[in-house]
């Protein structure tokens, strides 16, 4: 049974900093990409950041770009989302999700992933 367990999340005021974790069970983690997408109240889920299953690509949308760091450790079957410089508009729950061999840019952006985490939630203060 594949499960994905978020953890990380918390009360930050803006500026603040987080770091999520995703820990990965019941498959072969390196051979999975792994992203980050994120459901804002009243808003549709969206894109946050992804990297390719190999080779250490990264994808970002741009209102994260130079905030947020994706990051994995094959050996803890971990991925990790950094989060840095905080805004308020950053509130939102923070999933994550593992697509087998996933590599295309275009296709990381998107919600074709094979397994989901249940979520946490980020709350950032003004």
């Known amino acids: 049974q594949v499960q994905l367990v978020e953890a990380g999340g918390g009360l930050v005021q803006a500026g603040g900093s987080l770091r999520l974790s995703c820990a990965a069970s019941?498959?072969?983690?390196?051979?999975?990409?792994m992203a980050w997408f994120r459901r804002a109240p009243g808003k549709e889920r969206e894109f946050v950041a992804a990297?390719?299953?190999?080779?250490?690509?990264?994808l970002y949308t741009d209102s994260v770009k130079g905030r947020f760091t994706i990051s994995r450790d094959n050996a803890k079957n971990t991925a990790y989302l950094g989060m840095n410089s905080l805004k308020p508009e950053d509130t939102a729950v923070y999933y994550c999700?593992?697509?087998?061999?996933?590599?295309?840019?275009?296709?990381?952006?998107?919600?074709?992933?094979?397994?989901w985490g249940q979520g946490t939630q980020v709350t950032v203060s003004s």
């Open positions: 999700a593992a697509k087998l061999f996933g590599s295309s840019d275009a296709r990381l952006r998107t919600e074709e992933y094979n397994y």
């Open positions: 990297m390719a299953w190999r080779g250490g690509n990264t």
């Open positions: 019941g498959l072969t983690f390196s051979n999975y990409a």
